[in-house]
């Protein structure tokens, strides 16, 4: 009878919230908020890596374009710095792949890496950042073509100077 009387009892417990549901929520509140930070620090480090990647693709396609303009090419076997970028290193290696050796071509891997003493602490080298496959003319077949050029030349300025000797 005196809830019925008394109707200020029955509100204010209706009102308030007890603990364990202030302690719900903020265990709620918690863990979204645990959930945006590190989606942020993925965004963030994969950010980082996608800029590295963009640099390593400018500056490579600078590098290769200079190699291409020369008369000696792509030099294989070889390793150096990316100008401008002091952490990033390039290589080059010839990869067998006999179907591109029938064409008296080759195939040589330039791959760009980010240096080691470069990278911050807690990351981890991933392998390469940028891998192109260049198919390139093999300079072994060009000088075998190029002496058997000149041997049919010098065999048909023969047999031109030998036919007119007989007649």
Do not use: H
Request: charged residues 25%.
């Amino acid at each position: 009878m005196k809830n019925k009387l008394n109707p200020s009892l029955t509100c204010s417990r209706a009102r308030g919230l007890t603990l364990i549901e202030v302690v719900a929520a903020i265990a709620i509140l918690g863990t979204l908020l645990v959930g945006v930070v590190l989606a942020k620090s993925r965004l963030t480090r994969q950010s980082g890596a996608a800029q590295d990647t963009m640099q390593a693709v400018r500056l490579s396609d600078s590098l290769l374009a200079n190699w291409w303009s020369q008369p000696e090419g792509v030099p294989v076997g070889s390793a150096g710095v990316l100008s401008e970028s002091d952490a990033l290193r390039w290589q080059t290696r010839v990869i067998d792949n006999a179907g591109i050796a029938e064409f008296g071509a080759r195939v040589v891997r330039y791959e760009v890496f980010q240096d080691q003493k470069k990278l911050s602490r807690g990351d981890e080298d991933l392998g390469p950042l940028l891998v192109i496959d260049l198919v390139v003319p093999d300079p072994e077949v060009e000088t075998r073509e190029e002496e058997a050029l000149q041997k049919e030349q010098e065999d048909a300025r023969r047999n031109e100077g030998g036919g007119a000797s007989d007649a």
